[in-house]
Every structure is written in C-alpha cells, then in structure tokens.
C-alpha cells in the first residue's frame, strides 16, 4: 500500500484498428487492434507464441510502422511525430538490457539523454539517481562495461536507460526472461517499487503468465492475430475467464495462482528478537528465551538483516558476531507475492524468510503458517471458476 498517493506521470495510450501487414504474408500480423491503456498502469501482453504481442508493442514507439489505424499517446498521434519526439516520450526495456558492450554504463544510460542534447552535468546527474533507483551504487557501478556486471545488472543498467528521459510511457519485451528465477523475482518487485513511486503507463510483453499476474494493473490476452480474448484485472481473469481459450491459457491452477495476488506486506509478520553484532550474547539469549524464541536476526546499523542466528550458537560466544560468508540468510521484499514466498521459504533451513522494505530494511518475518492461515481465509474471494 502506498504510503501517500505518488502523482500519475503516465499519460494514455489509445490504439484504434491498428493492423500489420508483413510483405508477404498471407494473413496480417495483427488484425485490427483497439485499446485503451489508461495513463499510470502497467498492462501486460500475453498469449501463445506468433499471436502478435511484439508486432503490437513495437507499433507503439513506431519501431513498426503500422499498415493502417491510428496509435495515440497522451492524445497525440504517434504518426505524425518525428523519432527524437518518440524516443523522449517513450522508453523501451528489452530482454537482457541489450547493452552496447564497449560502452560504460553511464554511456548507455546516457545514450537518449545525448540525442536530447543535455549537458554533461545534468546527464551524470540523471546517471547517478537513475542507478540509485535501480539499486546499483554509482560510485561502483558508472564507469564499469557490460561485461563485468551479472546479467541481473544488466537488466537493471537496462530498465535505468528505459526511464533515462524521464518519459511517461515504457515499452518492455520480455524484460526478465533472460535471468534465473531468483533474480527475475527481486527484478520484478523493484520494478513495482520503482513503479510506486513513478506511476509511468507501462506496456510489458511476457510469456509468463504468474508475472502478468503479479505486475499487471490488466492483463491483455490476445489470440492469433491479435485478437482480443480477455483484457481486465488479473483478479477478474483468474475469477471469471471470458472463455475457454483464456481458461486454458490460465491453467488448471487458477486457484493456486490467486497465491500470486495476494503480498507479503498483507500478512501480518512475526517479529522475533532482533540483535546487532556486537551485542552481549547473553542479554540476546535472555531477550528469545523471554520471547519464546529459537532463532534470533541480526541487522547491521541501518536496520538491514545480515544474518538469521539459531540460539544454540549464541550460547557459547560473548557477542553477537559478524556473519558468516555461507549464512542462511534468506530475505524477501514485502512487496513479493505469496507465490514468491513460499518459493522462497522452501529455500530455507528456518522455513521462513525475512521480509524487507523499500530501502532493504527490516520489517519482520513470514513463514508457512502465516501463508497457510492466508490462503485458507481466502480474503474473502470465492475460489476461482474455471469455464468449463
Ligand atoms: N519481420 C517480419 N516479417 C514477416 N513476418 C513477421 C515478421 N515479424 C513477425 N512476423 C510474423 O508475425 C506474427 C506475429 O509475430 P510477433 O513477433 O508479433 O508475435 P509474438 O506474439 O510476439 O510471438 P512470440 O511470443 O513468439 O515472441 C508471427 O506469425 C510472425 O511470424
């Protein structure tokens, strides 16, 4: 929950009977596509391989030109503005970030706001606060090449270059689908995070399914030839699938897939005996034993957990110490889905896992209990109907 309501900086994007046509082909691409993306949101586009996601993202930022119909953005016809235009209006996010490899980091970053002529000054400035908002600490990370970041920094230097010019749209294809499923996880939530804070209209492209479901405002599902199946809320789509294609589509397990939701920041969370390193042992061990507990979380002097102590081990040690290099730790964002909890919980010795907050600092503990008593009180949502 947003703790004051962030101004909407996305604008509205209108499609009305766009089609493409490649050379060539029998049948076109995309049939005649009208839809209403609302200024703020994030619309995900799904459906089975060749139905026309990509040739309809694309047509958006006139990476394709459309054969007929009309695109309007923020009620300005896209085909009647010039490209620099487009590129500061629209930022476009693709798989892996695709980097240019022998360019630093604050070079690619910087790539639009030079076309845009900005000085060198404001461009570093906007280098430097993009990275923070992507998690990636400017002093390490700005003068480095693509090749000495993991492929999950990557995707982020990626996600900064989308938002570089500020623009209130944002076109991503497949933007995760290139990372392991730990790091598209963490990828994801910052993306809501940062989505929190930025309120930008967000057009994404994916194959899968739960990521529509857990980033999505609306989900469209398109059939061959981009025809619409369903587009609403993910919440209305698990419900009440429009029709059997979308019933398949979703899966047999709809029901399960309302885990995906639901949030960590929904439960409420344990909050077990927490020390500092340092700390005397034995007045920790007093304070979990007083408390009923059996293991203690450990946090740095910014709050942010480092390590998840069994008491047993605090017995035999004056102080709290420093973590060790293989700790245990597991931690997960609040705004993660109670899909990626239990993904995670199942991770971990403690059967738990610590929850974080926007700036990674510590909020508490969910564990399978809490999870379990969630799905079983259902949050008063009937279980979802599957059209037969
Ligand atoms: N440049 C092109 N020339 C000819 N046909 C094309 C071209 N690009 C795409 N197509 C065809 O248009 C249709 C839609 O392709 P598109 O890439 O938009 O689908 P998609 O839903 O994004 O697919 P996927 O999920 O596999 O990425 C497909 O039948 C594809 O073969």
Redesign the pocket.
């Known amino acids: 929950m947003p703790e004051t309501e962030p101004e909407v900086s996305g604008v509205d994007i209108e499609l009305t009977d766009v089609v493409?046509r490649?050379?060539?082909?029998k049948?076109p691409?995309?049939e005649g596509l009208s839809l209403h993306i609302p200024a703020g949101e994030i619309v995900m586009?799904v459906?089975?391989?060749?139905?026309?996601?990509?040739?309809?993202?694309?047509m958006i930022n006139r990476l394709?030109e459309p054969t007929s119909g009309r695109i309007r953005i923020g009620g300005e016809d896209v085909g009647k503005q010039n490209d620099d235009d487009l590129r500061r209006r629209i930022g476009y996010v693709i798989q892996g970030g695709s980097l240019f490899p022998h360019m630093t980091v604050t070079q690619n970053i910087a790539l639009v706001p030079g076309l845009l002529g900005w000085d060198k000054r404001r461009t570093a400035e906007r280098v430097d606060e993009l990275l923070e908002l992507v998690g990636l600490d400017p002093d390490r990370y700005r003068g480095r090449y693509p090749r000495e970041l993991s492929g999950g920094q990557q995707q982020r230097v990626g996600v900064a270059r989308g938002l570089a010019a500020d623009p209130p749209v944002i076109l991503m294809?497949?933007p995760f689908g290139a990372v392991d499923p730990i790091t598209r996880q963490r990828l994801q939530d910052e993306l809501l995070s940062i989505q929190e804070e930025l309120r930008k209209t967000i057009v994404c492209?994916t194959?899968d399914f739960d990521e529509a479901v857990k980033l999505g405002d609306r989900i469209l599902i398109?059939t061959?030839g981009?025809n619409i199946a369903q587009y609403d809320t993910p919440e209305e789509i698990l419900a009440n699938p429009a029709n059997r294609f979308v019933a398949d589509f979703v899966g047999a397990g709809a029901a399960l897939k309302q885990l995906t939701l639901s949030r960590v920041s929904e439960i409420e969370l344990n909050q077990p005996t927490v020390a500092e390193i340092g700390d005397p042992a034995p007045e920790v061990l007093r304070a979990a034993k007083a408390a009923g507990d059996d293991c203690v979380v450990v946090l740095d002097r910014r709050r942010r957990p480092i390590d998840w102590m069994w008491t047993s081990d605090l017995s035999d040690v004056d102080n709290v110490p420093a973590p060790h290099e293989d700790t245990d730790l597991v931690t997960i964002d609040r705004r993660a889905t109670l899909n990626d909890a239990l993904d995670t919980m199942l991770m971990s010795s403690h059967g738990s896992a610590v929850v974080t907050g926007r700036r990674d600092e510590y909020l508490g503990v969910v564990d399978f209990q809490a999870v379990l008593a969630r799905i079983q009180d259902g949050n008063g949502q009937p279980e979802a109907e599957v059209a037969q």
Do not use: M, N, R, W
């Not at 490649?22 to 082909?25: A, E, K, N, R, T």
């Not at 459906?47 to 694309?58: Q, V, Y």
């Open positions: 493409k490649y050379p060539g082909q049948k691409a995309v586009f459906g089975p391989s060749g139905c026309g996601k990509t040739t309809s993202l694309k394709i294809d497949e492209v194959h398109l061959e981009a």
